[in-house]
């Protein structure tokens, strides 16, 4: 998709110009509302030119009057966005629509809004033009910034972007300073670093909102600060030079009754990114990964055997296979073993290769940004004539505008050649996976590599995952883990990923009571339908998916014990269903009951402190 065409994808539906000037408009002409009426999102402009918006819900507030704009590169001479404003016109269009994604948590999404674009211009003097376009869905509203080709603006100096988000007194957010760092619950009050989006939050009335992102493709990563008590404002990674027509990312406001909410309607931001645009998907496969920790050639076809036996998809050899991954001179064209990881060096790569896809197992590759950043077009079609089905990029930079739109320019290289990709470390999700499928995942969490505690991964739900997919590289029988085995088991429902990696520091070896990890073989990792039960973050959560007929359902508590009752009204009315409950028994191990519901019927689960839950639901013949 060439840019135009990308930057005006939103404009297809462009149905109504209302007269121009600021005179002509009505206070009824600068609002937006959701279809189903419950939000509305108003737009103004002041005394002194400052444009503002608010958003309600059900008149109630989410974001005060706050105000909207965007700061020119000082040394650029140009006139900022943000005040000596006027509107020159008013335009509405909606849209009612749905459509399948190639994977994704359900299998059918709407697309549904009334959106409003505001055309302003400067008072005294014609500098081209800028449009603050937004849309009222139900489940949020979002809008952004856009500059339309103009002979005025073509060159764009972008210093600093100045969206403000006003809270209601008595909010609380929860903050992380990276996005794979830990969360605390924080009023929006003298933060000495910006937070990482999303950011949830959790207002005094008992409401939920959360600010994200969406199409963050061609612009420097955004994060929050405090510009004054109860205000956050928006922080750019850096400054932007590029030419209209230019749109920026979408700053994005989900809102909700309860937490569950915001990541049960997380496809808002994929719905914010133009469609797929390869034609032809078969190739894209998501599924369960393991990795090959020894890199060894006899290593690796004892990972194959054991991923036939327990139905995982694919292997994967991580950093060293092509030597020391953080050496300028490692070559990823190259076998050649990292003595740090195997002095051996007995590693036939082709040979591993070829005895998996003789199994029916793929294989993907670990390669360091130092290599992917010199040798990324040689590699691609190299690992395709191998047999290689994807790529995980290690490493890469991220935030700067120049890195973001060389790695999402990466991902559709790696799609010509028909390569997933999983992004690791700091990048995290905008819904560019609707776009370009072949990204399955990325990291962009603190995962099981940091050995985070039950409380942790309880608030991730409810933050991180509304972004999008996360790769959190599951561990079992670790001495290190801080929490059960059935927590364990339950997080890769919880957890949305299309790869999933498990067992992330194990060997096959390492799992001799293979009816422990019994609920991991058949586990799909896509789903048609996903309800968040009930949960709060710090707490504790239950979440249910469907992939045909049959459900799973997870449940983790915090470093505290709990007993929650779960109502099973997810499941079809009329139907009976057999429940394999795989549960903690307190010494250690992971006991299996079976007994057989309705969707009448609730499970009450007792859970041990840092414990969980992990339930298959097939339907009865």
């Not at 404002?233 to 850096?238: K, L, N, R, W």
């Not at 995942?441 to 590599?449: A, F, I, L």
């Not at 739900?461 to 590289?473: K, Q």
């Not at 070896?509 to 968040?532: C, G, H, S, Y």
Request: aromatic share 10%; with cysteine; hydrophobic share 35%.
């Amino acid at each position: 998709m060439n840019k135009l065409t990308h930057h005006l994808y939103y404009l297809v539906f462009l149905s109504v110009l209302l007269p121009t000037g600021l005179a002509a408009q009505t206070p009824d002409s600068l609002v937006v509302r959701s279809p189903n009426g419950r939000l509305r999102f108003a737009f103004s402009v002041g005394a002194e030119g400052i444009p503002t918006y608010e958003i309600q819900d059900q008149n109630r507030p989410v974001i005060l009057p706050s105000a909207l704009g965007l700061i020119s590169n000082p040394n650029s001479g140009r006139p900022d966005w943000d005040r000596d404003l006027r509107i020159i016109s008013v335009a509405r269009t909606r849209r009612d629509t749905t459509w399948k994604p190639v994977w994704g948590e359900r299998a059918l999404i709407s697309d549904r809004f009334n959106e409003l674009i505001i055309t302003l211009q400067h008072r005294t003097t014609d500098r081209g033009m800028l449009q603050v376009i937004a849309r009222a869905y139900d489940e949020g509203i979002a809008f952004r910034y856009y500059f339309p080709e103009n002979m005025r603006t073509q060159i764009l100096d972008i210093g600093q972007e100045r969206t403000h988000f006003t809270l209601p007194s008595g909010t609380k957010a929860y903050f992380t300073d990276h996005a794979q760092g830990s969360y605390e619950e924080r009023a929006p009050n003298g933060w000495t670093r910006p937070a990482e989006l999303p950011v949830t939050l959790k207002l005094a009335d008992g409401s939920w909102a959360c600010i994200a992102q969406a199409e963050q493709v061609n612009y420097p990563r955004i994060r929050l600060s405090t510009a004054k008590e109860g205000q956050l404002v928006s922080q750019s990674f850096g400054e932007v030079t590029e030419t209209s027509p230019y749109a920026l990312p979408w700053r994005v406001v989900l809102v909700g009754n309860r937490p569950g909410d915001l990541l049960e309607h997380n496809y808002l931001i994929q719905n914010l990114n133009p469609p797929n645009q390869l034609k032809e998907v078969s190739w894209i496969q998501p599924g369960k990964v393991m990795r090959e920790v020894t890199l060894s050639t006899s290593g690796a076809q004892k990972l194959v055997d054991f991923a036939v036996e327990q139905n995982i998809e694919y292997i994967h050899f991580d950093a060293g296979w092509y030597g020391y991954e953080y050496e300028v001179g490692s070559d990823a064209t190259t076998v050649s073993v990292d003595p740090r990881r195997n002095p051996k060096g007995d590693l036939d790569l082709p040979a591993a290769i070829q005895y998996a896809r003789s199994k029916g197992r793929k294989v993907i590759l670990y390669v360091n940004h130092r290599a992917l950043e010199r040798q990324l077009d040689a590699i691609l079609p190299l690992y395709k004539s191998w047999g290689v089905s994807g790529i995980k990029f290690g490493f890469v930079h991220t935030g700067s505008h120049r890195w973001t739109v060389w790695l999402h320019e990466a991902i559709r290289k790696a799609a010509q050649h028909q390569m997933v990709v999983d992004v690791h470390d700091e990048y995290s999700p905008t819904g560019f996976s609707r776009t370009f499928p072949n990204l399955l995942t990325q990291e962009g969490v603190r995962g099981n590599e940091e050995w985070p505690d039950a409380t942790h991964n309880t608030v991730l739900p409810f933050t991180r995952f509304i972004a999008g997919a996360a790769d959190y590289t599951f561990c079992f029988n670790q001495p290190r883990l801080k929490n059960t085995k059935c927590h364990q088991l339950a997080l890769p429902v919880i957890y949305f990923s299309p790869l999933q990696y498990l067992y992330w520091y194990g060997k096959p070896q390492d799992f001799p009571n293979r009816e422990e990890i019994a609920f991991w073989k058949n586990l799909p990792t896509v789903w048609e339908d996903t309800r968040v039960v009930d949960g709060t973050p710090g707490q504790w959560v239950s979440v249910a998916r469907r992939k045909g007929a049959d459900w799973y359902l997870g449940t983790i508590t915090s470093t505290e014990a709990r007993t929650v009752t779960l109502p099973l009204t997810f499941l079809p009315v009329g139907k009976s269903y057999t429940a394999e409950c795989h549960e903690d028994d307190g010494a250690g191990n992971v006991r299996k009951t079976v007994r057989t519901v309705t969707a009448k019927d609730k499970l009450t689960v007792r859970l041990l402190a840092s414990g969980g839950q992990a339930v298959f639901l097939k339907p009865k013949d």
